[in-house]
């Protein structure tokens, strides 16, 4: 795995977490500039998965299996989007909250591929 990508997906996720943490303080809904950053983290996500999985297609192999590593890969990419999609089902301040736990999900399951490829 890339640390730097890793890194940088699970420092955005945290800032998105912020974010949408200050807007749920503020009794407010995720907007659509929520989404706009819930969008590139996304991407950060998908991009990490494309490249884990050239990474594994090379002959490289993830210290704990390569099983779990792709399933962790799968989870962080659609972690964020399922929590975006709740948020659109509650439109108060609870859909922010929503968006911000997923947010920190997200930076957790970053650390959790660090460990299974072998960090």
Same mark, same amino acid.
């Given at each position: ?10 420092v955005a996720a945290l800032l998105l977490a912020a974010w949408c943490g200050w807007a749920a303080y503020r009794d407010q809904p995720t907007k659509d500039w929520h989404f706009i950053g819930m969008a590139v983290v *996304? %991407? ?5 998965? $494309? &490249?884990?999985? @050239?990474?594994?297609? !090379? ?5 704990? /299996? ?29 859909? *922010? %909250? ?5 947010? $920190? &999900?997200?930076? @957790?399951?970053?650390? !959790? ?5 072998? /960090?």
């Amino acid at each position: 795995m890339l640390v730097a990508l890793t890194a940088a997906t699970a420092v955005a996720a945290l800032l998105l977490a912020a974010w949408c943490g200050w807007a749920a303080y503020r009794d407010q809904p995720t907007k659509d500039w929520h989404f706009i950053g819930m969008a590139v983290v *996304s %991407v950060l996500a998908l991009v990490q998965l $494309v &490249v884990g999985i @050239v990474q594994l297609a !090379r002959g490289e192999e993830a210290e704990q /299996g390569t099983t779990i590593f792709v399933s962790y890969l799968l989870g962080a990419l659609v972690c964020i989007p399922v929590a975006g999609f709740m948020s659109l089902a509650e439109r108060t301040r609870w859909g *922010s %909250v929503t968006v911000a736990a997923g947010g $920190v &999900v997200l930076a @957790v399951l970053q650390v !959790r591929l660090y460990d299974i490829w072998g /960090g």
